[in-house]
């Protein structure tokens, strides 16, 4: 209106007036990964936000904010959270997230940074309030493309770009550790005697046919027999075990013994 007119005259005749001292005051510099956006007398100014470089204001009647459009990263406070099989867990996550807009930015949210990370952590316990314990521990990078896309659906209207997030640490009850604990050893020694009991069944068929191979010629028990002599002679032992057949010994013994010995 004719407020604002008359406003927008003065401050120009001022600059004038106090030319070249009022260039202090009007021109602003803005560093290459930052965005200048300008009000004139509450209203914003056409053209977008201004940037990288030199811009002008007018003193009295112009204010602006810088917004820096590097990625931002910030910790989600750990969030108690009670699963879908009702265990209490504590989980911690990181936020990546950049201003895309700036006029957005400034225009449509008070302080875009704050709301960011109370949906954030919003967000984190929603999703993983529908998880069981076993999905949260094993599916943490589908936990959080699920996180990245809602954040970022959610503060688009806010020109903010949720880049990447991620699931820091899953702390579990001291109790519940040792739950786990006493269970997946259990399991292993399950299948430490699965295997073992595989391991001897394999044995045995293998000596059955071994057996059945020296069942076929009697001189290979004696070859057998030579080699196994030649083993232990290899490791240089000083006792060595003869076995003798009990049709040898009959001859020694007395023969009113005999039938006792003979079963």
Not at 78 to 103: F, G, H, K
Not at 185 to 205: D, F, H, L, T
């Amino acid at each position: 209106g004719i407020c604002a007119f008359i406003l927008t005259l003065f401050s120009f005749l001022l600059i004038l007036a106090t030319f070249p001292l009022s260039l202090c005051f009007s021109v602003k510099v803005v560093q290459e990964y930052e965005r200048a956006v300008i009000f004139r007398l509450g209203r914003l100014l056409k053209g977008g936000a201004r940037g990288p470089g030199i811009f002008f204001i007018v003193p009295c009647i112009d204010t602006y904010r810088k917004v820096d459009l590097r990625t931002v990263s910030f910790d989600v406070p750990p969030q108690e959270i009670l699963s879908r099989d009702s265990v209490t867990v504590a989980v911690d996550a990181v936020v990546y997230y950049r201003v895309q807009n700036p006029t957005i930015a400034v225009s449509n949210v008070e302080n875009f940074s704050h709301s960011t990370r109370l949906l954030a952590a919003t967000t984190l316990r929603n999703v993983l309030g529908t998880k069981n314990l076993a999905e949260i521990l094993s599916e943490r990078e589908t936990i959080s493309h699920t996180m990245q896309s809602s954040l970022d659906e959610a503060t688009d209207p806010w020109g903010v770009k949720v880049e990447r997030v991620e699931i820091k640490d899953v702390r579990l009850p001291v109790q519940l550790q040792r739950a786990m604990a006493a269970e997946a050893e259990a399991a292993r020694e399950a299948r430490a005697k699965v295997i073992a009991a595989e391991g001897e069944q394999k044995a045995s068929r293998a000596l059955r046919d071994a057996a059945e191979v020296i069942a076929e010629s009697p001189a290979a028990l004696q070859l057998r027999y030579l080699q196994t002599l030649n083993t232990i002679s290899a490791e240089k032992n000083s006792t060595i075990i003869f076995p003798l057949p009990i049709d040898i010994l009959k001859h020694f013994i007395k023969p009113g013994k005999v039938d006792k010995y003979d079963l």
